[in-house]
């Protein structure tokens, strides 16, 4: 089920995955499929021991339910993420409602995926998650400006006309992928394939929320930026 080269962290060890699932047969059926890509694994079955483990493991990524049994998952990662900021989350759900992902998303999570789902699904997106970390390339240019706003790629840090905005690890990859080719009209597929790393048709929805969430930090308040071609996808430039 292997898919590519093997992932590593910049300090050359695996990737640390947290399973969380009140579902325990499941949470070992995921982290085992995990554990044969040779990342490192640990499972949680409630909210409360996923927090403890979240403090002692330091995952790279948590796969994370959000419905369990003591603690609602939205708090474990609002939890977690007081810890570390920059932990990725991919959301377990068995209700595909709207609302469910808007509040997954506003939660700061970083993806999701509704059950039944396959296992092969859950690890194409968890590797696409770890791609944003792992084996990163060095592009010799850690600072990205445009239109008043810029970006350090190094520090993970945003600022427009001098004000800090702070975006979860999703959104900074998208805003990345944005300001890496301004003035370009970029596709909900050539989104999915460089911010997610996959190509889910039926996930393009995924590419609206994140970008709609994006302009409420980026553009609130300023002029437009970030700019909705009909038909096309969606372009950073400085005029409609």
Do not use: C
Request: glycine share 8%; hydrophobic share 40%.
């Amino acid at each position: 089920m292997s898919h590519g080269p093997q992932l590593l962290r910049p300090d050359g060890t695996a990737p640390r995955v947290l399973v969380v699932d009140d579902e325990q047969s499941l949470a070992e059926v995921l982290a085992s499929v995990l554990q044969r890509e040779g990342w490192l694994t640990r499972t949680a079955y409630d909210g409360s021991t996923a927090i403890s483990e979240a403090r002692d493991f330091r995952p790279d990524a948590v796969v994370l339910d959000m419905m369990l049994p003591d603690v609602d998952g939205l708090e474990v990662l609002a939890r977690i993420r007081a810890v570390d900021p920059g932990v990725l989350v991919l959301f377990l759900t068995a209700r595909d409602t709207v609302e469910d992902r808007v509040a997954g998303i506003t939660a700061g999570g970083d993806d999701y995926v509704t059950k039944p789902f396959s296992l092969e699904e859950v690890l194409a997106r968890v590797r696409g998650l770890l791609r944003r970390t792992a084996n990163a390339p060095d592009d010799g240019l850690p600072t990205l400006s445009f239109g008043g706003l810029t970006m350090d790629e190094d520090a993970h840090e945003v600022f427009r006309d001098g004000d800090r905005i702070e975006l979860t690890a999703t959104e900074f990859e998208l805003l990345r992928f944005l300001m890496r080719n301004p003035r370009r009209v970029l596709s909900k597929a050539q989104i999915l394939d460089r911010v997610w790393n996959y190509d889910f048709g039926g996930q393009a929805h995924i590419v609206e929320l994140y970008i709609s969430y994006l302009r409420k930090k980026v553009d609130a308040g300023r002029e437009p930026l970030i700019h909705t071609v009909r038909g096309a996808g969606y372009v950073l430039r400085t005029q409609a």
